[in-house]
């Protein structure tokens, strides 16, 4: 009994973890841009990979993969910045902007998507993971770079709680999502804030997938299989929610990991659908509705 | 006809009717398959996209899983005519049918909510179904089924061989055709008009004493059936079906035709269709990178154009003749 916990369960949770964080950034970055524009930004998927590509492209010309966990989203950032202002506000003002701005951004997606084929050409391409070997831990071997994962991950996690929950510009952010006129009225330059707010998520994506590029390889539909678990996790949290997303995130990964010892693994990606229509279904606001109740 | 968006609709449907017409006369003389079986391929993927203009131009709803309709018509399609009886108009009957049931099904699922959540819902649906279809062996899993036999369809003016381009040309042309005088004709009932009304402010329909509920249901299913319907010819055409026929590709494809060729018209879809496959297939003899021009010009028509390419047609004739237009 301990045994089977021991080598066949904790493996799985542990790897279910690493899995977990990687799509919990990616929802985090889908549910504050949802939480304060109301956009569902379905090129999330398509900047993650634009974050694994550009982290490819940069180590081939020698810079270190540390260095590029800073420098990709900084990257990222005037792109989001650029997106939100030149697109996304162009049909902000619609009665339909829901629809609007979803078609928009994926319009967006099929053009990068193409791009991507374009410049790095549709092959997988596997950078090696900057961190070999493995250590032990409860007795089971786990590869260093996936430990690293879980750590790093959990402290941008936390990070991003912060900055949203405890610092003058997250309480901007949700006062701007709470009521615009009166954060306009007030002096918060509300526009500026949308556009922050929608690049910092795209970071969010990138950085994410800088991380995952060694593990998964990188090419260009990655964001697309990824984005369908993130927007699960983001439902099931409830759009907006960046506590939903964090227990949406991790209950549907551990849910996926450990259903995969029981069924055959291609069963368990139906199975996290059927979970998110359900919820869908009977609490459409999901576990935690909106980031204006926060 | 006074209003330009009524002409427009018109002149579009006279275009595309008379040049499928003279398609078909030429294609025939010359005995071409290639171009035939091209707009037989545009006429079904119009199916499609028809149904997604009939949930989001007119009622208002945002569908990214009407693959999951399309995919579950040809699926049931293939079946019937290869186990059951190679006969196309029990492969229709049934469809439309099943069709009805599942989306009367369906309906109860993605109904419970309303904007980016339908839209999602949708989304879900359709990936379970896909995953599902992909991962089922008896339905052939990832390689699909093969082998859907040559019809003969029986006619007033004798047998017709689904192997003929033209003929099975002209079998697609009239089934879209009726399918659009069905929705048209829906369009002209009061539950039309319902329609509109929910789109245009659902909360303040109960307000003048209607519900929202049952019309929104009947045009759900109605969109299953236009879209199984039209799904439902693609193996006759191909010979086989694949999971790929329910990915998210296909319903974001169909969404992409619906705003590029005029939301909220009906033959919007159509024309769009026509123009995409068209450009692909003139642009793939070239490249392959077809996806970040239409990219390209589907943002540009949502951010300047959100009505596409009827309606800018429409604003043309409007401008046209300032004095007889009037919304």
């Known amino acids: 009994m301990l045994e089977s916990l021991q080598f066949i369960y904790a493996p799985q949770i542990v790897n279910g973890l690493s899995i977990g964080v990687a799509v919990v950034l990616m929802a985090l970055g889908l549910t504050i841009i949802f939480g304060l524009l109301d956009v569902i930004n379905m090129s999330h998927g398509e900047f993650y990979a634009a974050g694994a590509f550009i982290s490819v492209s940069l180590m081939t010309m020698g810079i270190s993969f540390w260095f590029c966990l800073l420098l990709v989203p900084l990257l990222l950032i005037p792109i989001g910045f650029a997106m939100e202002r030149l697109l996304i ?6 009665k339909d902007r829901h629809i609007l701005t979803l078609l928009l951004t994926f319009g967006v997606a099929m053009v990068l998507e193409d791009a991507y084929k374009i410049i790095w050409g549709a092959n997988p391409i596997k950078p090696s993971a900057p961190i070999s070997g493995a250590s032990e831990l409860l007795g ?16 941008l996690i936390f990070s991003v709680w912060i900055l949203i929950y405890k610092t003058q510009f997250g309480a901007i952010v ?4 709470y009521d615009k006129d009166m954060s306009s009225s007030l002096g918060i330059p509300v526009m500026r804030v949308y556009a922050l707010t929608f690049a910092f998520g795209v970071a969010l994506a990138g950085l994410a997938g800088v991380l ?3 593990i998964y390889s990188v090419f260009p539909t990655m964001g697309r299989d990824f984005i369908l678990m993130a927007f699960s996790v983001v439902i099931v949290g409830g759009l907006g929610s960046i506590k939903g997303a964090l227990i949406a995130g991790i209950l549907l990964t551990q849910l996926q990991s450990i259903s995969s010892l029981y069924i055959s693994p291609v069963w368990s990606d139906p199975l996290v659908f059927t979970v998110m229509v359900l919820v869908l279904m009977f609490k459409p606001t999901g576990l935690y509705g909106g980031m204006k109740n926060a | 006809m006074h209003n330009p968006q009524v002409k427009a609709i018109r002149i579009i449907e006279l275009l595309l009717l008379s040049s499928a017409l003279v398609l078909f006369v030429v294609g025939s003389i010359l005995e071409d398959t290639f171009f035939l079986r091209l707009a037989t391929e545009a006429l079904i993927f119009g199916g499609l996209a028809m149904s997604v203009d009939l949930l989001l131009g007119i009622v208002g ?8 309709y399309f995919g579950f018509g040809a699926y049931l399609s293939a079946l019937v005519l290869k186990e059951i009886s190679p006969s196309f108009f029990l492969a229709i009957g049934i469809v439309t049918l099943s069709s009805i049931v599942l989306g009367w099904i369906a309906s109860f699922i993605a109904l419970r909510s309303k904007g980016v959540y339908f839209a999602l819902i949708t989304f879900g649906l359709a990936q379970v179904a896909a995953k599902i279809v992909y991962n089922t062996r008896s339905l052939g899993a990832s390689d699909g089924m093969m ?7 029986w006619t007033p003016f004798g047998s017709i061989d689904t192997s003929h381009p033209g003929a099975f040309f002209l079998i697609t042309l009239l089934t879209i055709g009726v399918l659009y005088a069905v929705l048209k004709y829906f369009l002209t009932t009061p539950m039309g008009s319902i329609w509109h009304a929910i789109r245009c402010n659902e909360d303040r329909l109960a307000y003048v004493g209607y519900k929202s509920k049952g019309p929104k249901q009947v045009a759900f299913i109605l969109a299953a059936v236009v879209a199984a319907v039209s799904g439902a010819l693609y193996p006759m055409l191909r010979g086989f079906v694949s999971p790929e026929l329910m990915f998210f590709s296909v ?6 035709t619906v705003v590029l060729g005029g939301v909220g018209t009906l033959i919007g879809p159509i024309l769009g269709s026509v123009l995409l496959t068209l450009f692909k297939s003139i642009i793939g003899t070239w490249t392959v990178h077809h996806h970040i021009i239409i990219g390209i010009v589907f943002v540009v028509i949502v951010v300047s154009a959100p009505k596409g390419l009827a309606g800018l047609f429409a604003k043309y004739l409007g401008k046209k003749h300032p004095n007889k237009g009037g919304e």
Do not use: D, E, T
């Open chain 2, 251 to 256: 319903s974001g494809n169909a969404v992409v």
């Open chain 1, 212 to 214: 995952l590029a060694p």
């Open chain 1, 174 to 177: 949700r006062a701007s999502a």
């Open chain 2, 61 to 68: 709803l945002l569908s990214l899983g009407q693959a999951f």
């Open chain 2, 147 to 153: 082998g859907v036999p040559i019809l003969q369809i």
């Open chain 1, 89 to 94: 506000q162009k049909v902000f003002h619609y």
């Open chain 1, 140 to 155: 089971v071997m786990f590869p260093n770079y996936r430990l690293f994962l879980m750590g790093f991950g959990a402290l």
